[in-house]
């Protein structure tokens, strides 16, 4: 599934052109992009968290190589999938 | 942020569309996606990331209280991998490196 069947799916509930529902749907998706540029994590009930996690500097090695090498502190996006999620990904087989 | 934040954000900035309305868009994009996921399919959002689901076999597993052996049955779980734009934007940003406390 990519973003046009997700458009599509608006453009059929919701009665906008098909342009006007392209544009929204990358709204929703700009306005979550920009949370979590914010580093604030958008949870959405039913579907999911997007969390925003910081991660210290820590010694790594090249596993090519072996040589060690300093791992800068950065911030990481994870997906913690919601309860009824995995309950509905997992009730027909 | 909630979905009702969600929700209320893509009131106020798309052109003519009320709060009821963003209600019904933002649940469609959220219930698609759940349905794809159901089904097994990957999702790909472009400047996003993708889910896809892992399939995981039924195992022997202990629970860890009472050292009974149970069988863990097999399931599924989305897996969530970030798209380049969103994982840049997310990284701290060059002038915050090394500015942190560890």
Same mark, same amino acid.
């Given at each position: 599934?990519? /973003?046009?069947? =997700?458009?599509?799916?608006?453009?059929?509930?919701?009665?906008?052109?098909?342009?006007?529902?392209?544009?929204?749907?990358?709204?929703?998706?700009? =306005?979550?992009?920009?949370?979590l540029e914010r580093s604030e994590n958008? /949870?959405?009930?039913?579907?999911?968290?997007?969390i925003v996690r910081e991660k210290r500097a820590r010694r790594g090695?090249?596993?090519?190589?072996?040589?060690?090498i300093q791992i800068t502190p950065r911030r990481v996006l994870t997906?913690?999938?919601?309860?009824?999620?995995?309950?509905?990904?997992?009730?027909?087989? | 942020?909630?979905?009702? *934040?969600?929700? *209320?954000?893509?009131?106020?900035?798309?052109? %003519?569309?009320?709060?009821?309305?963003? *209600? &019904?868009?933002?649940? !469609? &994009?959220?219930?698609?996606?759940?349905?794809?996921?159901?089904? %097994?399919?990957?999702?790909?959002?472009? %400047?996003?990331?993708?889910?896809?689901?892992?399939?995981?076999?039924?195992?022997?597993?202990?629970?860890?209280? !009472?050292?009974? !052996?149970?069988?863990?049955?097999?399931?599924?779980?989305?897996?969530?991998?970030v798209?380049? *734009?969103?994982k840049q934007r997310v990284d701290l940003k060059p002038s915050e490196r090394g500015e942190r406390k560890p």
């Amino acid at each position: 599934m990519t /973003k046009a069947d =997700i458009v599509n799916q608006v453009y059929e509930k919701v009665g906008f052109s098909k342009r006007e529902s392209a544009e929204v749907v990358d709204l929703v998706f700009e =306005i979550i992009k920009e949370t979590l540029e914010r580093s604030e994590n958008v /949870k959405i009930s039913g579907f999911g968290s997007f969390i925003v996690r910081e991660k210290r500097a820590r010694r790594g090695r090249n596993p090519q190589t072996g040589e060690e090498i300093q791992i800068t502190p950065r911030r990481v996006l994870t997906f913690r999938p919601s309860t009824v999620l995995r309950k509905a990904m997992n009730s027909s087989p | 942020m909630t979905k009702s *934040e969600l929700i *209320e954000k893509l009131a106020q900035r798309a052109n %003519g569309i009320n709060l009821k309305v963003a *209600e &019904v868009v933002v649940n !469609t &994009v959220f219930q698609s996606m759940k349905d794809a996921l159901v089904r %097994g399919d990957r999702i790909e959002i472009r %400047g996003f990331g993708s889910i896809k689901v892992k399939h995981y076999a039924s195992y022997m597993g202990r629970n860890p209280k !009472t050292g009974e !052996t149970i069988k863990v049955p097999p399931k599924k779980l989305p897996f969530f991998k970030v798209g380049k *734009e969103l994982k840049q934007r997310v990284d701290l940003k060059p002038s915050e490196r090394g500015e942190r406390k560890p």
